[in-house]
């Protein structure tokens, strides 16, 4: 599936972050932990931001200046309506380049929608648009091995990829990163996060 194959999917499903029941809390502590590791709380940008805005609540609250990008039209429009004030991109993040350098990045269950190919490119333009001492927080499929595969669980087929533990740490070494923290934070579940520091 291309980037704009799951944009579309997600058009058809905000209705589920919208319920009273999506738990807001999701990912909050794990992002809290991250910015711990930040120097300089200035530009930030929340990769796949969707439409609830916890993140971008969490960055203001923070002392950020906070930026959205999604490949999702409805989810972008969701996000304007709730924070007119922040400028959100409706753009597919393995063709956009990013407009700024950046203190913080945030791919919160986003990027592993991308193609396989396009893993390795995309992490790398995340680390390098970070300012150096910037973090990224992202998580990921907690798979040993590379590979991809599609469901249907939220409704509309959706497609994910990951490269591996082994295969991102081997990519954020050679980027010059230091893994600050990685954690499977909803074992027995392959959902598994990293929190990376730029050198």
Known sequence: MKPADIGKAYNQITHLWEESSFNRNNGIEQHE???????????????????????????????????????????????????????????????????????????????????????????????????????LIFSCGGTDDKGDHKDDFMGPEVYYSSLGINGFLKLFVSLGCTCRHFEYDQYPELHSYFILQKS
């Open 33 to 135: 932990r991250a910015i711990a590791f930040v120097k300089n709380m200035g530009k930030a940008l929340d990769v796949g931001c969707g439409c609830t805005g916890r993140f971008i609540n969490l960055l203001i609250g923070k002392g950020f200046s906070p930026e959205g990008v999604d490949v999702s039209e409805e989810m972008i429009n969701l996000a304007r309506k709730r924070h007119a004030e922040i400028t959100f991109y409706h753009e597919d993040i393995c063709q956009w380049e990013l407009p700024h350098k950046y203190d913080f990045i945030s791919a919160w269950d986003s990027i592993w929608h991308i193609p396989l190919e396009q893993q390795e490119k995309v992490l790398t333009k995340l680390i390098s648009g970070l300012n150096t001492n910037g973090v």
